[in-house]
């Protein structure tokens, strides 16, 4: 029989079993150490996910094993994890909804992370305290480097971006992927201009300027050696991995929030490659780089481009 532990974290109790399971066999990390991450980055993570219907991705037999993408909360699931029911337009599974859970506490982190859940994916957008979802509160761009290119190009191709955004008064904050790429998040709140068309022109305006560099097209033929911008990453049934989130690579990586000096700076694609450890450190020095993209603006504004 697994292990089992029973756990109260506040005032929820939970049982966390198969502690010891390694997750990443290249690295000897264990589901234990999987949840340690997850407690300890909670304060600076969960300002990110709160609010926000969740999707993960599952391991249950570590990073070399199949895994499997949820949306629909597990139905043993504590009740006490908040729950919203949202429609599932274009559902591959033919559902008129789907209850997704949201994460708005450390016991609900944690419950996932003793699911074997590494990743956590979320949309730009929040449920308000019925569950019905809110204008995006967000925009992304998310950077995708086309081989031979590397995260290297992403922060070139993340510099010109920032210059664009500048110019429309609008603010941008970087992170890694965790994999191979990079994201530049924009607040949003309180904004009235749709932000998939925005990231579309944003991210055409910069393939016309630097169209040897750069793309917005999602034809892969057209990605050798250039940063694909995904301004597709803003629809609403789209989510993006979550600030701080384990990403499920032989070794453990984790999408990483970065200054902007670390993108001017970047030469070698291992500077921007993090893992748990990098991570704690960084937030024990930093704090939540990424902490006014999680906050709520007041509205009005520039317009957009």
Known sequence: MADRHRVRIGDRELTLTNLGKVLYPGHGFAKAEVIDYY??????MLPHLRGRPLTVKRYPEGVGAPFFFEKNRPAHTPAWVRTVRLPAPGSTKNRDTIDFAVVDDLPSLVYFAGLAALEFHTPMWRV????????????????????????????RVAIHLREVLAEHGLTGFPKTSGNKGMQVYVPWEGRAEDT??????????????????????????????????????????????????????PDPTVSTPITWAEVEACEDPRELVFTPDDVLRRVTEHGDLMASSATPRPSGGAQGP
């Open 39 to 44: 407690s300890r980055v909670a304060p600076v």
């Open 128 to 155: 308000d305290a019925a569950g019905r979802p809110l204008p995006p509160d967000l925009m992304v761009f998310d950077l995708d480097p086309g081989p031979p290119a590397t995260v290297t190009e992403c922060c």
């Open 196 to 249: 998939s068309e925005v990231a579309r022109a944003v991210a055409e305006l910069l393939a016309g300027m630097r169209p040897g560099q750069i793309v917005s097209k999602m034809a892969k033929r057209l990605r050798p050696g250039k940063v694909f911008i995904d301004w597709s990453q803003n629809n609403p049934a789209k989510t993006t991995v979550t600030p701080y989130s384990l990403r499920a690579n």
